[in-house]
């Protein structure tokens, strides 16, 4: 059962350490972090890592993302070399996930890591999910708060919508702000890649350690790379320019205003980032025949939202 709630964004003490209890004892705890609300489970129990899988309806060999307090947590469990310590210096706490080769002995279990020998690791930046992972003390697990394949949780109120009944406690940290899952990129032989853009850009880690490849072979190692996912019921339709009879449809930009939902009226892709599982959700939430949305360019996080919409839509193979 979960303690009495704080307002949302506060940090409670008694929450913090209930939250911790429960990921001790094994079970699981909704848990908000910048990016999206996160199902968290205790990433060495295996059995409860289990016990997350079944409660999102996740395959097990989609890999998860193992959430640590800090860089010197994040070398217990990884071999990071020289660029993964450049960009953990640059972006920690924050929105990026590390694919690193995982140490002899790996704290994390091998159910968690789909049994590859590399751990996929980030340090969060939300003030309830570090307050939660210093009490826990150790690393812990937190995929997107969803059934698998549907749109991840950006409030409190769809994250317990979607798996609240699987949670021994629930956090309520209030919306997320960035609202778009963690950039992820491989750190192992050869040159560094993109497993899944987020919200660090390309040309924010291309600055610090040179040109990125693309997933290729490492596209396993990462999160979210199935053909359909963060996939509402209603199938999606893109690049639309306005709705077809029986079409929801969200706009970006300056519109003529008769759309119910855009990403951002002002075209700022931040607050579209912010806003697209939400404005997905809502969408799905009026059983339209399809969703049409409006075209978000490609530049900077619109590679991130493009991403998400397009496996949504089911057009990446």
Same mark, same amino acid.
């Given at each position: 059962?979960?303690?009495?709630?704080?307002?949302?964004?506060?940090?409670?003490?008694?929450?913090?350490?209930?939250?911790?209890?429960?990921?001790?004892?094994?079970?699981?705890?909704?848990?908000?972090?910048?990016?999206?609300?996160?199902?968290?489970?205790?990433?060495?129990?295996?059995?409860?890592?289990?016990?997350?899988?079944?409660?999102?309806?996740?395959?097990?060999?989609? &890999?998860?993302?193992?959430?640590?307090?800090?860089?010197?947590?994040?070398? !217990?469990?990884?071999?990071?070399?020289?660029?993964?310590?450049?960009?953990?210096?640059?972006?920690?706490?924050?929105?990026?996930?590390? $694919?690193?080769?995982?140490?002899?002995?790996?704290?994390?279990?091998?159910?968690?890591?789909?049994?590859?020998?590399?751990?996929?690791?980030?340090? &969060?930046?939300?003030?309830?999910?570090?307050?939660?992972?210093?009490?826990?003390?150790?690393?812990?697990?937190?995929?997107?708060?969803? /059934?698998?394949? /549907?749109?991840? &949780?950006?409030?409190?109120?769809?994250?317990?919508?979607?798996?609240?009944?699987?949670?021994? $406690?629930?956090?309520?940290?209030?919306?997320?702000?960035?609202?778009?899952?963690?950039?992820?990129?491989?750190?192992?032989?050869?040159?560094?890649?993109?497993?899944?853009?987020?919200?660090?850009?390309?040309?924010?880690?291309?600055?610090?350690?040179?040109?990125?490849?693309?997933?290729?072979?490492?596209? !396993?190692?990462?999160?979210?790379?199935?053909? /359909?996912?963060?996939?509402?019921?209603?199938?999606?339709?893109?690049?639309?320019?306005?709705?077809?009879?029986?079409?929801?449809?969200?706009?970006?930009?300056?519109?003529?205003?008769?759309?119910?939902?855009?990403?951002?009226?002002?075209?700022?892709?931040?607050?579209?980032?912010? !806003?697209?599982?939400?404005?997905?959700?809502?969408?799905?939430?009026?059983?339209?025949?399809?969703?049409?949305?409006?075209?978000? &360019?490609?530049?900077?996080?619109?590679?991130?939202?493009?991403? !998400?919409?397009?496996?949504?839509?089911?057009? $990446?193979?």
């Amino acid at each position: 059962m979960s303690p009495s709630p704080s307002p949302p964004g506060a940090i409670s003490l008694s929450e913090v350490d209930e939250a911790a209890a429960a990921l001790a004892a094994g079970r699981l705890v909704i848990l908000p972090t910048e990016t999206v609300y996160g199902l968290a489970a205790d990433a060495g129990n295996a059995a409860a890592v289990a016990r997350l899988y079944e409660a999102k309806g996740r395959p097990r060999f989609n &890999p998860l993302i193992t959430h640590v307090a800090d860089i010197a947590a994040a070398g !217990r469990i990884a071999e990071l070399g020289d660029r993964a310590q450049i960009l953990a210096q640059a972006f920690w706490p924050g929105a990026l996930t590390l $694919v690193a080769p995982a140490r002899y002995r790996c704290a994390v279990a091998d159910l968690a890591r789909a049994g590859l020998d590399t751990v996929a690791v980030r340090v &969060p930046s939300h003030p309830l999910a570090r307050a939660v992972l210093e009490a826990f003390g150790g690393p812990i697990v937190a995929p997107s708060a969803n /059934r698998s394949g /549907r749109p991840s &949780p950006t409030t409190f109120a769809d994250a317990v919508s979607e798996t609240g009944e699987a949670a021994a $406690v629930t956090l309520d940290g209030g919306p997320c702000r960035i609202g778009l899952e963690s950039t992820v990129i491989a750190l192992l032989d050869g040159p560094p890649r993109l497993l899944r853009p987020g919200a660090v850009t390309r040309d924010e880690m291309e600055a610090l350690i040179g040109p990125l490849a693309e997933a290729e072979a490492d596209a !396993r190692r990462s999160p979210g790379r199935l053909t /359909r996912h963060y996939a509402p019921a209603a199938p999606l339709r893109l690049d639309a320019t306005g709705a077809r009879p029986g079409e929801s449809f969200i706009g970006f930009g300056s519109t003529d205003g008769t759309e119910a939902l855009n990403l951002s009226p002002g075209g700022d892709l931040a607050e579209a980032a912010a !806003r697209l599982f939400s404005c997905l959700r809502a969408a799905d939430a009026l059983a339209p025949d399809a969703i049409a949305v409006a075209r978000v &360019p490609e530049t900077g996080l619109g590679e991130a939202i493009n991403d !998400r919409l397009r496996r949504a839509a089911g057009l $990446v193979g």
